[in-house]
């Protein structure tokens, strides 16, 4: 016996279509920096009985109304919550060094301020991307710049950070070339995006930036591997 036809016309589903609203709704609108010394818990699976803390350097609101913890790690600004790499660090929770007070969700007086932040500016979205905010970058964070060619790669600060629509962030390095006052600033311009001009950016915390800058051996060959790979 034959299996009945629907009276509903059959509907094509485009799934690379699906797939772009899926990603528009984790989309970052708004940064605001986290300036109360909050952290991240991570583990290694090298190490899972000891926890590692690392500062926040701000939260962010997607599309959807989630808010998220953000830390320069590896590549990107990364949300927090989706750090799950064996090798590098499983997310654990956020801590209040403070109180040693651990804890799973954003804290309240944050998600009002971007909620808030949000709703008051409200960008009329257009076809191009546009700059929606910079952030100066309050951790010492440093870039591991690498480029197509032979060149050496370079160890750069981060001065700050830019969110555009797209809700892509980029980080934003300095062209010592342009350098035209002291203290660089956000908003001058000897600033750049990192990959406008770098192939690979890696981010460092200042206390390993430091250890690079001071020729640590067992730093230099953990950053030697990493390159190679």
């Not at 060619?149 to 962030?169: A, H, I, M």
Request: with cysteine; glycine share 6%.
């Amino acid at each position: 016996m034959g299996i009945p036809l629907s009276p509903r016309s059959a509907q094509v589903i485009d799934l690379e279509t699906m797939r772009q609203r899926q990603l528009a709704k984790r989309r970052l609108l708004r940064l605001c920096p986290e300036l109360d010394g909050l952290e991240m818990l991570y583990r290694l699976a090298s190490d899972p009985d000891t926890l590692y803390g690392m500062p926040l350097l701000a939260w962010g609101l997607r599309e959807d109304g989630e808010v998220v913890g953000l830390v320069p790690w590896m590549e990107a600004l990364t949300p927090c919550h989706e750090l799950d790499d064996p090798e590098h660090g499983h997310f654990i929770g956020y801590r209040d060094p403070e109180t040693e007070e651990i804890f799973y969700s954003p804290p309240e007086h944050k998600v009002f301020e971007l909620e808030h932040a949000a709703a008051y500016f409200d960008y009329e979205e257009t076809g191009e991307t546009t700059l929606i905010q910079q952030l100066p970058d309050n951790q010492g964070t440093h870039a591991l710049c690498m480029d197509d060619d032979d060149t050496p790669w370079q160890l750069k600060q981060v001065f700050g950070w830019r969110l555009y629509s797209n809700g892509e962030v980029e980080a934003l390095l300095v062209d010592e070339n342009r350098v035209a006052s002291t203290p660089v600033l956000i908003g001058d311009d000897c600033l750049y995006p990192g990959h406008s001009r770098h192939r690979v950016v890696y981010f460092f915390q200042r206390v390993i930036a430091n250890r690079i800058k001071e020729e640590d051996p067992a730093t230099l060959e953990a950053l030697a591997l990493m390159v190679a790979k």
